[in-house]
């Protein structure tokens, strides 16, 4: 893709975020049952803003990077375009997916079934057709594996302390293995330990700063959607900077 032509889409993805975000902002305020939200006019604005920057971001990550086909979107050959489409989509429904599950979980503490749930088919379907068009099975694979040790590793997290876990954050656990495991083994095991750290942080910072107790109960759904957003841009750089350290 001429580098006028990725420009001109990466506007119009943002232009497109932008509508999105207006969507979102239906979804957070509607979604939660018997919550009814009042309106913040600057909120909204900055969920519709924020959209569109990820969905920038993320356009230009798939694009370019080999996250889409094996190789730089600007290297595609046009028979490749069909699968890199499909993971284009397939990451940009996850952003819209992330942005909403993060504001409701802060706002009620849950992580409705109505948007956590369709996530399954519809990775599967996208990513699946994506590895099936390339002809990379080793994706599916690990798309399978990811999701299901990872779902599997939130049971038993709730099994062992359900106070301490939701039903929503396991539910959610099984969708971002799936992108995680697709993406590769290092994302996938980035993205899955990065929640536990950016959320002890977090914690030991709001603790610190009186906002906190130990039996303050504290949303766990967004730092396992910002973990595994790590783990899918940067988890090898993360990676590679652990095992640096380790090593020195």
């Known amino acids: 893709m001429p580098a006028p032509a990725l420009v001109i889409s990466l ?16 979804v957070v305020t509607r979604v939660p049952a018997g919550v009814v939200a009042p309106a913040f006019p600057v909120r909204f604005r900055l969920v519709e803003l924020s959209t569109a920057v990820v969905f ?11 996250v889409a086909s094996g190789g730089p979107a600007t ?9 890199a489409s499909l993971v284009l989509v397939a ?32 990775g599967l379907a996208l990513l ?7 002809g990379d099975g080793a994706a599916v694979a690990r798309m399978l594996i990811g999701g299901g040790v990872l779902y599997l590793f939130y049971v038993m997290l709730r ?14 656990a099984g969708v971002l ?27 030991v910072v709001l603790m610190a700063a009186g906002r906190a ?18 783990g899918l841009t940067v988890g090898p750089v993360i990676a590679q900077w652990y095992l640096g350290l380790s090593s020195s």
């Open 11 to 26: 506007v119009l993805v943002g232009l497109f975020g932008f509508a999105v975000g207006s969507l979102v902002n239906v």
């Open 56 to 66: 920038v971001g993320v356009t230009a990550w798939v694009l370019l990077t080999d």
């Open 75 to 83: 290297d595609l050959a046009v028979s490749d375009w069909a699968a």
């Open 91 to 122: 990451f940009l429904y996850l952003a819209a997916v992330s942005i909403a599950l993060v504001l409701i979980d802060i706002d009620v503490h849950r992580l409705p079934n109505a948007i956590v749930m369709p996530s399954y088919p519809v």
């Open 128 to 134: 699946g057709g994506a590895a099936a068009l390339r």
């Open 159 to 172: 099994l062992i302390q359900p106070r301490g876990m939701g039903g929503g954050d396991v539910k959610l």
């Open 177 to 203: 293995g799936m992108y995680l495991g697709w993406v590769g083994w290092v994302p996938l095991i980035v993205g899955a330990l990065s929640a536990f750290v950016i959320g002890g942080l977090v914690s």
């Open 213 to 230: 107790h130990r039996r303050t109960t504290i949303a766990f759904g967004p730092f396992m959607l910002v973990g595994s957003w790590a």
